[in-house]
């Protein structure tokens, strides 16, 4: 079972940035798509970005395109999301997650093992 953690979360101003990291705890990591949700007090949890299997493709909402960038490092068996610009509306909890199959999507039901999140805060 892979588990994976969080870190880079925190406090930043708006029109600060943030990179967050997802490391995995197996080599498992590797053969699939990974991605970033986030999920704010009183929403739903939303898609923010995904990233295949060898980085060669990539996908963001649409209300951070252009802001973040996700990547990977399948030796370091870790995730990246790096978030410039950022916004109050981008608070929440950022959560790392990770599917077998090698296909983006934004369904949170598509990912199968996720993280326990980091906090992300924008102060105005």
């Known amino acids: 079972q892979v588990q994976l953690v969080e870190s880079g979360g925190g406090l930043v101003q708006a029109g600060g940035s943030l990179r967050l990291s997802c490391a995995a705890s197996?080599?498992?990591?590797?053969?699939?798509?990974m991605a970033w949700f986030r999920q704010a007090p009183g929403k739903e949890r939303e898609f923010v970005a995904t990233?295949?299997?060898?980085?060669?493709?990539?996908s963001y909402a649409e209300s951070v395109k252009g802001r973040f960038t996700i990547s990977r490092d399948n030796a370091k068996n870790t995730v990246y999301l790096q978030m410039n610009s950022l916004k109050p509306e981008d608070t929440a909890v950022y959560y790392c997650?990770?599917?077998?199959?090698?296909?983006?999507?934004?369904?949170?039901?598509?990912?199968?093992?996720w993280g326990q999140g980091t906090q992300v805060t924008v102060s105005s």
């Open positions: 990233i295949t299997r060898t980085g060669g493709s990539t």
């Open positions: 997650a990770g599917r077998f199959m090698n296909v983006l999507g934004s369904a949170p039901s598509r990912y199968v093992y």
């Open positions: 197996s080599r498992t990591f590797s053969s699939g798509a």
